[in-house]
């Protein structure tokens, strides 16, 4: 699956979205992508999944014992990407702040774990779903993305693979484009500012 692909799946769903929007981050865009559209239809999730799939090499593949995802964002495709490995997928969330597994989920010590995100714009959220699965005694041996918003600028201690890297300039409020402050600003995500 090229970029253009994995872009006209977004489009396709509805889950590209143009305007105003201002970012948990505090900056603004013009874009955003809501990932829990281009995930709602199970067949375009599978898609996704499988291209992710395909995009680990051939070794790591073999590796992986067990998916993890965070909650909320990674849920879908976690488990999309565990079909796509034939290996289980659980999830790790956060009910007091900091991630752990709930729900009777395990991670056996030494057992092989592939990281699965939605989208990784910072990598902070990645970075503590690892220590939360070394912590249970898991290894991660690789981190996947749908899409990488990092703009190259996160780091992890493990491989990093995204199915598509996209960069949307964005803008503290002193520096918004005359286009963007003639319009108020949406907050389209999942997290309360």
């Known amino acids: 699956m090229t970029d253009e692909d994995v872009l006209s799946e977004f489009r396709a769903a509805g889950a590209l979205l143009e305007g105003h929007f201002l970012l948990s981050s505090g900056r603004h865009s013009a874009h955003y992508l809501q990932c829990a559209r281009v995930l709602m239809n199970p067949d375009r999730a599978g898609r996704l999944a499988v291209a992710l799939a395909a995009k680990l090499p051939r070794d790591l593949r073999a590796k992986i014992d067990k998916v993890v995802s965070p909650a909320m964002g990674g849920l879908i495709i976690g488990h999309e990407m565990g079909r796509a490995l034939n290996v289980d997928a659980v999830f790790v969330e956060r009910p007091t702040g900091t991630f752990e597994l709930r729900r009777g989920f395990s991670i056996e010590p ?51 693979e995204p199915l598509v890297s996209l960069t949307f300039p964005t803008y503290a409020d002193d520096e918004l484009p005359p286009e963007l402050a003639a319009t108020p600003a949406v907050k389209p995500g999942s997290r309360k500012a």
């Open 110 to 160: 030494g057992e092989r774990i592939l990281l699965v995100e939605d989208v990784v714009t910072t990598g902070l959220s990645s970075r503590e779903a690892i220590k939360a699965v070394e912590a249970e005694g898991g290894k991660v041996v690789a981190l996947a993305c749908l899409v990488d918003r990092t703009g190259g600028q996160a780091e992890f201690d493990v491989p990093f």
